[in-house]
């Protein structure tokens, strides 16, 4: 199969083509703010280096947050531009999951992948390091700068660009309990994985979910927020006060 993936959740673009049993191509490109310009001509250098073209793609992967809400819309708002020519299957992933696959630890190892999602925020997915994979330990959550830390058990590796955020804050917690920072490289979900991970649809991970789910109704195509927008907790606040 031809595959085409995206990742628009957070500040690093990330897209990758795979063509038939060929080597996976991935391009990265930083820059919060360029995703708009920068994802179609990414994909359109990324399809004719393996001679392709959009409409050779059987199956398209893409990171469905949490993360930048404007980062992921443009991400959502392409693949459906590329489904209104033609329907192919669609299959997504989260960005915490995708961080936490390039994560490479030893068995027994705990990991707090912890995105920043701005005004004291964070996202948050914990997981356990168990027979070469990472198990997620619990459901993703949207969790208080310092109701995080609190929960950081001790001996933890975290990854994540909320790092870069509240590193002072984090660097006084491991003053109390040992943590591990890991390398900024694998702080940033990556269009590749979800190619690897195509091929093992069928396996259990994270208690039986598998780390690629396919996208078939309406509100699948509707990015992974898992909060208000800034706009709409202000509405919503208007709302409650009167």
Known sequence: ?????????????SAAVKKGSGRTLETKVRGAFSH????????????????????DIDA??????PGSFTGLRIGFETLK????VQKKPCYGAMSLDLI?????????AGLSVALDAYREKIYARFYHRQDGGWVATE?????????????????????????????????????RSKWHRVPEAAWFPCASVMISWSEKLNRSRGGGTPPLQKLEKPEDFI???FR???AEEKTKAHALTG
Do not use: C
């Open 1 to 13: 199969m031809n595959l085409l993936a995206l990742e628009t959740s957070s500040p690093v673009l």
């Open 36 to 55: 708009a310009e920068n994802l179609l001509p990414v994909i359109d250098r990324l399809l004719k280096r393996r001679r392709l073209r959009i409409q």
């Open 60 to 65: 398209f992967l893409i990171g469905r947050g």
């Open 81 to 84: 531009g590329f489904l209104a």
């Open 100 to 108: 936490a696959e390039n994560v490479k630890l030893e068995d027994g």
């Open 139 to 175: 459901e993703p959550a949207v969790l208080g700068f310092s109701e995080w830390l609190e929960s950081l058990p001790a001996d933890i590796h975290v990854a994540g660009d909320a790092l870069a955020r509240h590193e002072k804050g984090i660097e006084k917690f491991g003053k």
């Open 223 to 225: 990015p992974l927020y």
């Open 228 to 230: 208000l927008s800034e």
